[in-house]
């Protein structure tokens, strides 16, 4: 797509941004955020619908992957959905290239999925074992450009210098850290599923590639908070908002005992929320180990897209009363709670 192809989506976005509505909405997210909401279950609106002048067709993810032009078009598509439903969703966009970004760092073949599927791609292990990750661990750092790399960052500078000529979506749309997912996770798209049972049998190994990965995620995110700072302390991922600079995920985790937690994945966890700030994502069940999450340094909220696979009390003490927001929350589930008699402290948001 050439440059010009997007002026008509850009000024469209531009004439429905209300600058008063994004600051009344940031102010009550900041409130929330801050435990200062007083309700009973944080979902905010924007004071008015805005829709569009046009249509906003649907841009396949596979056509994305492969054109700026549509990767700005399918993100800048959600921005447009959000204004338009008066939701109240931060505005936010980012290089959505899928979870294998840190892995192609290191080597890793990406794999795109079927096109019918309009899913985004993972990564493939790489071949050779325990082999495969010596070598990598023997040779140099991983430049930040290698595999998908230059991708993400041609694509971040493509969306700043798009939006350069328009002042409302520079200043509220923001651009959110691409999908790094968490150090666990990045280790087993390189690992494989030998992974788990090579935690046993080769610790040390996994330790080290771990420590290896987490000295990447942290070149990554320094480089891309210089040249994308978050504003005021505050971040949008997804359709929330958070305190600090990074979403972390624990999707691996699941996989692991309580203690194992501790040894494998809350130190390098934990060295990124101390450094940067910031939340901790989890599908499936992550109840067994919550509490040692919970307690890590630098972390300001928890996002489960699963909560009936866990038990829901666990959840609750070890989240919203030790003043810790769920965020992104299940509402049906957050309302059978107050129902119930369930006190959530004014701590969950839940669109």
């Known amino acids: 797509m050439r440059k010009d192809e997007l002026a008509p989506w850009l000024a469209d976005l531009e004439r429905r941004v209300d600058e008063d509505t994004e600051a009344a909405l940031e102010s009550e997210w900041r409130a929330f955020l801050d435990g200062r909401f007083t309700g009973a279950i944080f979902s905010p609106r924007r004071r008015a619908a805005a829709p569009p002048s046009l249509e906003w067709p649907h841009i396949p993810i596979n056509d994305a992957l492969e054109d700026f032009g549509l990767m700005a078009r399918r993100e800048l598509a959600g921005v447009s959905a959000h204004l338009a439903a008066g939701d109240g969703a931060p505005l936010a966009v980012r290089c959505n290239y899928g979870t294998g970004i840190l892995p192609s760092l290191f080597g890793a073949e990406m794999f795109p999925m079927a096109r019918a599927l309009d899913t985004l791609p ?48 520079r200043r509220w749309v923001r651009l959110y850290h691409p999908d790094l997912q968490g150090p666990m996770d990045v280790a087993e798209l390189l690992w494989g599923s030998a992974l788990f049972t090579d935690v046993y049998d080769e610790p040390d190994l996994v330790r080290a590639l771990l420590g290896r990965i987490t000295e990447t995620y942290e070149r990554f995110m320094d480089e891309w908070l210089r040249r994308f700072p978050v504003r005021d302390g505050l971040s949008a991922h997804w359709a929330l908002m958070h305190r600090g600079a990074i979403m972390v995920r624990d999707d691996s985790a699941m996989n692991f005992s309580p203690e194992m937690f501790d040894a494998f994945i809350a130190p390098w966890d934990g060295r990124l929320l101390r450094r940067y700030g910031g939340a901790i994502h989890f599908c499936g069940r992550g ?58 402290r004014g701590r969950v948001h839940a669109p």
């Open 122 to 169: 993972t990564a493939r292990p790489l071949a050779g074992g325990r082999d495969a990750i010596r070598r990598r661990l023997e040779s140099d750092p991983p430049d930040l450009r290698a595999g998908w790399g230059g991708r993400v960052w041609d694509m971040a500078d493509y969306f700043v210098e798009r939006w350069r000529p328009y002042p409302k979506l």
């Open 287 to 344: 109840d067994h180990y919550l509490a040692r999450a919970a307690r890590l340094p630098g972390l300001t909220g928890i996002n489960l897209t699963q909560p009936h696979l866990n038990n829901l009390e666990t959840i609750y003490a070890h989240t919203v009363d030790r003043g810790l927001p769920l965020l992104g929350f299940d509402r049906a589930t957050a309302e059978a709670a107050l129902a119930a008699g369930r006190d959530l």
